[in-house]
C-alpha cells in the first residue's frame, strides 16, 4: 500500500530556478525521507526529518514537515541541470521495519 | 568505501529457470530490504530482514524467496520465474529499518522472457 504521494508527477523547470515537491501521507510517521533517482540507477538519500522537527536544510536542499496535515515539501534552490532527476518521499509503513515509498517527482531542469 | 553491492547488474532469462540475485552491504546494517521499481507503481518491497536468520515479507512477496544468514548478504531467490517478474530490483541497508537511512545498490535489471 501507497504510504506517501508526491505531488506534482512531473516538473520542468529553467535552470537558476526553484524547485518544490509535496509529500502526502496517511498514517503516523517517526521520520519522513527524501531520496533522489537518476535515470535506472540506485535511489541516494537526501534528507531525514524527524516528526518532531518542522524544517531541515541541506545545501540547497529544504524540507518541511507539516504533520498536523501529513504533508512534507522539498524545496531545491537555484536548480542545476545535473539535479534533473526523480525524487521520492519514504515514510514507516505500518511498522518500524517497514519503509513505503511514494511514485515519485520526475524533476527535469532545463539549461 | 562503505557500500551495497548487487550482482547481477543485468539478467535476461528464461520462464521457470530458478535464479538468485545476491546483495552484500560492508557496514554492518542489521536491517536490509529488497524492493522492485515498475512503471507507474514506484518502489515496492518485496521482503525485508531485521537482522540474521530474521526475515519478513514486504508487500509484494509472492514468487520470491531471501534468507539471511550472514550479516552481509541477503540474496533474492526467484524459484520458478514468470514474465510478470520483469522488473528493476534493488536492495538497501540500513542501521535501523525506517527509522533511519537507507543506503541502495545500484540495482538489478531482470528480463524474465
Known amino acids: 500500500s501507497q504510504q506517501g504521494e508526491e505531488d506534482p508527477q512531473a516538473l520542468s523547470i529553467q535552470e537558476g530556478e526553484n524547485a518544490t515537491m509535496n509529500c502526502s501521507y496517511k498514517?503516523?510517521?517517526?521520520?519522513l525521507q527524501w531520496y533522489r533517482q537518476n535515470s535506472g540507477r540506485g535511489l541516494v538519500h537526501l534528507i531525514l526529518i524527524r516528526s518532531n522537527e518542522r524544517e531541515k536544510h541541506s545545501g540547497r536542499l529544504r524540507v518541511t514537515l507539516d504533520t498536523s496535515k501529513k504533508s512534507s515539501s522539498l524545496l531545491i534552490t537555484a536548480s542545476r541541470a545535473a539535479d534533473t532527476a526523480s525524487y521520492f518521499c519514504?515514510?514507516?509503513?505500518?511498522?518500524?521495519?517497514?519503509?513505503?515509498f511514494g511514485k515519485g517527482t520526475l524533476l527535469t531542469v532545463n539549461p | 568505501e562503505a557500500q551495497v553491492t548487487q550482482n547481477p547488474r543485468y539478467l535476461i532469462t528464461v520462464t521457470g529457470k530458478k535464479l538468485t540475485v545476491t546483495c552484500s552491504q560492508n557496514m554492518n546494517h542489521e536491517y536490509m530490504s529488497w524492493y522492485r521499481q515498475d512503471p507507474g507503481l514506484g518502489l515496492r518491497q518485496i521482503y525485508y530482514?531485521?537482522?540474521?536468520?530474521?526475515?519478513d515479507k514486504g508487500d509484494v512477496p509472492e514468487g520470491y524467496k531471501v534468507s539471511r544468514k550472514e550479516k552481509r548478504n541477503f540474496p533474492l531467490i526467484l524459484e520458478s520465474p514468470s514474465p510478470n517478474q520483469t522488473s528493476l530490483y534493488f536492495c538497501a541497508s540500513s542501521f535501523s529499518g525506517s527509522l533511519s537511512e537507507q543506503y541502495f545498490g545500484p540495482g538489478t535489471r531482470l528480463t524474465v522472457t
Open positions: 519514504a515514510t514507516r509503513g505500518g511498522s518500524n521495519y517497514k519503509l513505503t
Open positions: 530482514s531485521m537482522n540474521v536468520e530474521v526475515t
Open positions: 498514517t503516523s510517521i517517526n521520520n
